[in-house]
């Protein structure tokens, strides 16, 4: 279960718009969050917004194979993730 903080900040991560379409010049693509899969607890990895089409549609999407998105779009999930810190911090 998110703390009432995790939450306040989920919310201003989903705020800012699909992080790949900012990257791409499209600022405020609504977005949803994905978590950034890492080895220990779920509710704690990190998460970066992204629009149903770059978070999970087939061929276009993170969910497509991350390996397949950061070679195909040129940016990894660290580096967005690190954009997106950035932006709310
Ligand atoms: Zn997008
Ligand atoms: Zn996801």
Known sequence: ???KLEKEKYRKIAE???SLCRHQ???GTPAELHHIRRAGVRSKS???PLCPFHHRGTN???HSGRKWF???YG???EELLEQTEKLIE
Do not use: D, R, Y
Request: hydrophobic share 35%.
């Open 60 to 62: 276009t999407s993170i």
């Open 70 to 72: 950061e070679s195909h």
């Open 25 to 27: 010049g499209n600022e």
């Open 46 to 48: 990190p998460v970066i």
């Open 16 to 18: 800012l718009g699909c």
């Open 75 to 77: 940016i990894t999930e």
């Open 1 to 3: 279960m998110a703390t």
